[in-house]
């Protein structure tokens, strides 16, 4: 059938954020190559949810719906994705880059022997045309990803190797409704003639689950840190700064290495991607795998002692300045305009 499939996960039993944010690119891919976009849902009770996920511009949704697949399961997720995907056909599957996608996508690229991007920051349709033979090739899934360390962008295709297969981390792709009167069908996989007892081997005789205590994922406005803060103590003026605003605070892998703040308010290409309508970056250089998870924030502005700091390219404002003696004058200001 050639379309477009994007592999659902539940989170407390509704579809999780990343999922849905796929769901609205593999809608723009799909639409771009005229076919059909698909989503596949594994679970129990699973008729409202593949629903819900109409508005999404989902042509098909593809259930497994099994008491026995109520908790992830590797073996049994891996089988059935593989197996309808023999029977499907399709030209792309797109993944969420989360601890469930990262286990399942390479099983069942190997079973299928096909090629398996990890964490594109972008994924867009084009030609190619490989230089030995000439031959061409048309309307290629350009699976975009930092490469070597994070200092250049690469782009790969897999221009034989069907389907093209990428994960795509939570927050770089963004959420969009198309339509909330669209209509879809919905198929229910057999599971009973799908899977057996061998797929069962590993079971879950009991789960607990934490909820994260810091998510700034949403936050409006966001006051982060590279290492040029300089120290764990140094963070709390920029807390003051964030409370004062409304916001919250983040910090580049380097701080977070260094112990000046936690790894879960880490952005970048080892992190969260965020979006805020504000991004005030101190003490940051500027480095591609932060800007990876920040840049397309609506506004963002550099406090940073170097003139040339590549942060600076990207800064809708630059304050060439001591973050130490720069944040005091904007919370001094920002009070004294406030009354």
């Known amino acids: 059938m050639k379309n477009v499939f994007v592999y659902c996960e539940l989170e407390h039993q509704k579809i999780a954020e990343v999922s849905l944010e796929l769901l609205t690119k593999g809608r723009q891919l799909a639409s771009e190559l ?37 908790n992830y399961l590797t073996l049994p997720h891996a089988h059935i994705l593989t197996q309808l995907f023999m029977q499907e056909s399709p ?36 030609d190619y045309t490989e230089p030995k033979t000439k031959k061409e090739y048309q309307n290629l899934l350009y699976q975009i990803r930092p490469a070597f360390g994070g200092n250049i962008l690469a782009t790969i295709i897999n221009p034989d190797m069907h389907p093209q297969m990428a994960t795509v981390r ?25 899977l057996n007892d061998t797929d069962f081997a590993v079971q879950i005789i ?37 409370k004062l605003l409304g916001g919250d605070v983040a910090g580049t ?20 991607t965020v ?15 932060h800007v990876a998870g920040m840049d397309q924030s609506a506004q ?10 590549p942060i600076n390219a990207i800064a809708d ?10 944040i005091p004058k904007i919370i001094k200001s920002y009070i004294k305009n406030s009354k």
């Open 34 to 70: 005229g076919c059909a976009l698909e989503a596949v849902v594994i679970g129990h009770e699973l008729d409202d949810i593949a629903k819900s996920l109409f508005p999404f511009g989902v042509d098909v949704v593809h259930i497994a719906d099994d008491s026995r697949l109520q």
């Open 91 to 126: 030209q792309i599957v797109l993944f969420g880059g989360t601890f469930i996608g990262r286990d399942v996508s390479p099983r069942v690229a190997s079973a299928l022997r096909c090629g398996l991007t990890a964490d594109c920051t972008s994924l867009v349709i084009g």
């Open 170 to 194: 939570e927050g770089v792709m963004k959420k969009e409704i198309l339509d909330d009167a669209y209509k879809g069908s919905i198929n229910k996989i057999d599971t009973h003639a799908w």
């Open 206 to 242: 009991e789960k607990h689950i934490t909820e994260k205590k810091i998510n700034i994922k949403y936050a409006p406005i966001i006051v982060a840190g590279g290492y040029g803060v300089g120290s764990k103590e140094n963070f709390e003026l920029l807390f003051q700064l964030a």
């Open 253 to 272: 892998r380097a701080a977070v290495d260094a112990g000046f703040i936690d790894h879960d308010r880490q952005v970048g290409q080892t992190g969260l």
């Open 275 to 289: 979006r805020p309508k504000l991004y005030i970056a101190c003490g940051i250089s500027g480095a591609i795998q």
């Open 300 to 309: 963002i502005i550099s406090i940073n002692t170097d003139a040339h700091a």
């Open 317 to 326: 404002y630059a304050i060439i300045g001591d973050l130490m003696e720069v």
